[in-house]
């Protein structure tokens, strides 16, 4: 009989759940994007938490799906409960993830565990990687997120942020002025990766406290205005947007080294799948020759997902049963 984690995260994009077994190898998945309609960035709190609620059952009837053949006992079950550390850090759209964990644990007789949806995130980078040193960095990049962290077997430490648009909702608001999807990211992507001229830097970066944090939202406007004059198609403009984060990526992961000591640097989120972003910012970092080792996550687990709740909870398990 396998031994199981069950967990849940429902974010401001999706209603998502897995299973982990004792060895961290995700043996089960289901996630489904919120839907939001054509033109629209996203959806409000309220629409968002109805969305999961009525999400949910579809989501486990999958994850289900997929456990039947298996012989699998539920041991633990985690659900992310706010976005980050911190007692200030709430999102409603958390509560219903974290019920239906509670109701699940309750039924099972077995225990719930509670972490954030960045710890996740996290988690779920190192699936299918070797452990990292500690201290390490972790940049967190999605739609809700562009933080640069410390992470110590302590705890988690925030060294910068972006103090204004974060990387995801820069990419979001840009490609949806452009007609596509939300969340824009691989509509986007597959704009930038039809330029068949290199990036110029026509946006310029801006970084704050010795380049730990950045601004982003001057970007979407110098993005506007230059296609507004004509000086940049759609496809320069997409390919532009993705050098721009990539350079901005890389002065902040440079600064939290000289900041920190760390060698090696995480990269998570949703932003982080792209294919595109993580070989510009391969390409960046190898030119400066610093001695920073840049780790990806799995591209399946870097958007929002519950495997690495999931992987949180076994590993809660495990340290309190041996």
């Known amino acids: 009989m396998m031994n199981i984690a ?10 998502s759940a897995a299973a982990v077994n004792q060895q961290g190898e995700v043996v089960a998945f289901a996630r489904k994007l919120l839907p939001v309609e054509t033109g ?13 609620v009525r999400q949910m059952p579809q989501v486990m009837q ?7 053949d298996m012989e ?36 099972l007789n077995v225990p719930l565990y509670e972490t954030t949806h960045q710890r996740g995130h996290i988690a779920a ?27 110590r077997e302590d705890g988690i430490k925030t060294l910068g942020s972006s103090l204004d648009l974060h990387a995801g909702q820069l990419v979001d608001r840009i490609g949806v002025s452009f ?14 990766m039809a330029c068949s001229e290199p990036p110029q830097a026509a946006i310029p970066c801006s970084l704050e406290k010795g380049d730990l944090s950045c601004h982003l939202s001057g970007a979407e406007n110098k993005v506007q205005q230059l296609l507004g004059k004509g000086q940049l198609s759609r496809e320069q403009a997409a390919l532009e947007v993705f050098d721009l984060l990539s350079r901005t990526i890389a002065r902040m992961l440079i600064a939290g080294h000289k900041a920190t000591g760390a ?11 792209s294919t595109l ?13 610093i001695p920073l080792q840049i780790i990806f996550g799995d591209p399946r687990y870097s958007a929002d997902n519950a495997a690495g709740v999931a992987a949180i909870g076994m590993q809660r398990y495990l340290q309190e049963h041996q």
Request: net charge positive; proline share 5%; hydrophobic share 40%.
């Open 72 to 107: 699998a006992q539920v041991v633990a079950v985690c659900a992310s409960s706010r976005p980050c550390d911190g007692e200030d850090s709430y999102m409603p759209v958390f509560t219903v993830g974290l019920g239906h964990g509670q109701t699940a644990a309750s039924l």
């Open 263 to 273: 060698k090696q640097a995480l990269i998570v989120g949703g932003v982080a799948s």
């Open 179 to 192: 007609g596509l999807g939300f969340p824009a990211g691989p509509g986007l992507e597959k704009l930038a």
């Open 125 to 151: 980078g190192l699936i299918g990687n070797p452990a990292l040193q500690q201290p390490h960095l972790a940049l967190h990049i999605s739609g809700g997120t562009t933080d640069l962290l410390l992470c």
């Open 277 to 289: 972003l993580r070989q510009l910012i391969h390409q960046r970092l190898a030119k400066t020759r």
């Open 6 to 15: 069950v967990g849940f995260d429902t974010s401001c994009y999706t209603t």
């Open 62 to 68: 999958e994850l289900q799906r997929q456990l039947a």
């Open 40 to 52: 629209q960035r996203g959806l409000r709190q309220s629409e968002a938490v109805f969305a999961h």
